[in-house]
Structures are given as structure tokens and as C-alpha cells.
Nanobody, 121 residues
């Protein structure tokens, strides 16, 4: 069974920082891309940042230069350092892992339950 658990969310003032962590219980899987998404009420789920197994990163334009995604493959962890937070960053943040159980299978997406980030003015 695959389980992803996010932590580190909370309430922070605008301009502050938070570090989100995602622990992936995903032994015996081949992990490819890891990512963070977010969803605000009434909004579509939005891709925030991705990191490939080779370490290449991509960011939504709205978070570039403020957020940093990283991963620790030895621990099956992915992180999102969020700096200079803005009220518009308020959302539930979800961890996403793209992985495959066997080399002959296709990759599938796995999701955590989310962690709330609230940024006050």
C-alpha cells in the first residue's frame, strides 16, 4: 500500500515562511517525479512545483523565486520550502508522487491527504 502524509502547514503572516514535508510510504516502488499541488476553495487544483528523479525542478510562475522543492530519495521524502508567503498562497497543499510498482508497469500518481496553509495579511 502506498501512503503519502504531508506535514508542516499552518497559519503564517504574509512575508513569512513555512516548510512542508511529505513522507512517502512507498517501499518497493520505482519513484519518478515528485510534486506539490495546491487547491484553494472554488479553484482548480494547481501544480506548484515538480522535481524529477534527476533533480530537475519546475515551478508555477506565481511561486518562482519564493518556493523551493527538494527531495531525499534515501528517505522517500519531498519538501517544499515556501518563503515570502502571500495571502494568495492560501490553499490546501497536496503531495504527489509518480511511481510504478514494477518495471513493466506504467507510472501512476499517488496523493496525500493535504495540509492547510493559511497566509494572513
Amino acid at each position: 500500500q502506498v501512503q503519502l502524509v504531508e506535514s508542516g502547514g499552518g497559519l503564517v503572516q504574509a512575508g513569512g515562511s513555512l516548510r512542508l514535508s511529505c513522507a512517502a510510504s512507498i517501499r518497493h516502488y520505482d519513484i519518478n517525479t515528485m510534486a506539490w499541488y495546491r487547491q484553494a476553495p472554488g479553484k482548480q487544483r494547481e501544480l506548484v512545483a515538480t522535481i524529477s528523479k534527476g533533480g530537475s525542478t519546475n515551478y508555477a510562475d506565481s511561486v518562482k523565486a519564493r518556493f523551493t522543492i527538494s527531495r531525499d530519495d534515501a528517505k522517500n521524502m519531498v519538501y517544499l520550502q515556501m518563503n515570502i508567503l502571500k495571502p494568495e498562497d492560501t490553499a490546501v497543499y497536496y503531495c504527489n508522487v509518480r511511481a510504478r510498482r514494477d518495471i513493466w508497469r506504467g507510472y501512476e500518481d499517488y496523493w496525500g491527504q493535504g495540509t492547510q496553509v493559511t497566509v494572513s495579511s
